[in-house]
């Protein structure tokens, strides 16, 4: 499996995550919404960005309620609800967001 | 939905050094899936346990992630009381200022930062442990 991006092939799992964490760049989150039909906005980048920093700080991705109240904090209580966030990632932001963002799946997620 | 299910009682005991075996990582992932699932969890460290909660490692050269940065989340994830036991620390020459400070911030209090430690003796943990509804032991 993998993605397409600016010609050259970069690895995922079977469900689209990254193998190599190290692959990433904004490129490949691109590449990865748009295989779901999803561009991706500065919304979406602002939720990408507090992932990684958040991973690369923890070395964990976070769960919906942690993401949600963390980014309620950070960017404010309109943003810090699953409305929102949903809104943004309908696929479940943990879940999608950690995906584009290049984290692998988080702890919950089966 | 169905009304929230009642909740239990868990205390994740770690006995274990930190990377000799699996336990140390595998525990810190049984904990955070418990927490995902909306339990009332606390961790304990005790015996060789007490040596996961060191500050200042690196596993760099021995191909292993470095989880011990992720104590540092379980505020985020609900955690509310690491119990270490202070008798363990003692017989291994270590003091409470050699392992990591872990702060949660209470979102109830204007997300005042407050310890996640609580330094205990075998006996209270012994009490502790008997007040849990479940004991998972690593």
């Given at each position: 499996?993998?993605?397409?991006?600016?010609?050259?092939t970069?690895?995922?799992?079977?469900?689209g995550?990254?193998?190599?964490?190290d692959?990433?760049n904004?490129?490949v989150?691109?590449?990865?919404?748009?295989l779901e039909?999803l561009?991706l906005?500065?919304?979406?980048?602002?939720?990408?960005?507090?992932?990684?920093?958040?991973y690369d700080?923890?070395?964990?991705?976070?769960?919906?309620?942690?993401?949600t109240?963390?980014?309620?904090?950070?960017?404010?209580?309109?943003?810090?609800?699953?409305k929102?966030?949903?809104?943004?990632?309908?696929?479940?932001?943990?879940?999608?967001?950690?995906k584009y963002?290049?984290?692998?799946?988080?702890?919950?997620?089966? | 939905?169905?009304s929230?299910?009642p909740?239990?009682?868990?205390?994740?005991?770690?006995r274990?050094?930190?990377h000799?075996?699996?336990?140390?990582?595998?525990?810190?992932?049984?904990v955070l899936?418990?927490a995902?699932?909306?339990q009332?969890?606390?961790?304990?460290f005790?015996?060789?346990?007490?040596?996961?909660?060191?500050?200042?490692?690196?596993?760099?050269d021995?191909?292993?992630?470095?989880?011990s940065?992720?104590?540092?989340?379980?505020?985020?994830?609900?955690?509310?009381t690491?119990?270490?036991?202070?008798?363990?620390?003692?017989?291994?020459?270590?003091?409470?200022?050699?392992l990591?400070?872990?702060?949660?911030e209470?979102?109830?209090d204007?997300?005042?930062v407050?310890?996640?430690?609580?330094?205990v003796?075998?006996?209270?943990?012994?009490e502790?442990?008997?007040?849990?509804?479940?004991?998972?032991?690593?």
């Amino acid at each position: 499996m993998g993605v397409e991006v600016n010609g050259h092939t970069v690895e995922t799992d079977e469900e689209g995550y990254l193998v190599k964490l190290d692959d990433w760049n904004p490129e490949v989150a691109k590449a990865m919404a748009a295989l779901e039909a999803l561009t991706l906005t500065e919304p979406h980048w602002e939720v990408l960005h507090f992932l990684r920093g958040y991973y690369d700080e923890y070395q964990i991705a976070p769960t919906v309620r942690v993401l949600t109240k963390a980014i309620g904090r950070k960017l404010g209580p309109d943003k810090g609800n699953s409305k929102y966030l949903y809104g943004l990632f309908p696929k479940g932001p943990a879940k999608q967001a950690c995906k584009y963002a290049g984290l692998p799946k988080p702890t919950g997620c089966r | 939905m169905p009304s929230s299910p009642p909740t239990k009682r868990f205390l994740c005991v770690n006995r274990k050094a930190p990377h000799g075996t699996g336990y140390a990582a595998e525990a810190l992932e049984a904990v955070l899936m418990t927490a995902a699932f909306d339990q009332r969890l606390s961790l304990a460290f005790l015996d060789d346990g007490v040596y996961q909660l060191v500050q200042g490692q690196d596993t760099s050269d021995i191909g292993l992630k470095h989880f011990s940065a992720t104590f540092k989340a379980l505020g985020d994830f609900d955690v509310r009381t690491v119990y270490v036991d202070v008798e363990s620390l003692e017989a291994r020459g270590l003091t409470p200022s050699d392992l990591l400070p872990l702060h949660y911030e209470d979102e109830a209090d204007d997300w005042a930062v407050k310890d996640l430690i609580q330094w205990v003796t075998r006996a209270q943990l012994a009490e502790i442990m008997d007040a849990q509804d479940v004991v998972l032991s690593f």
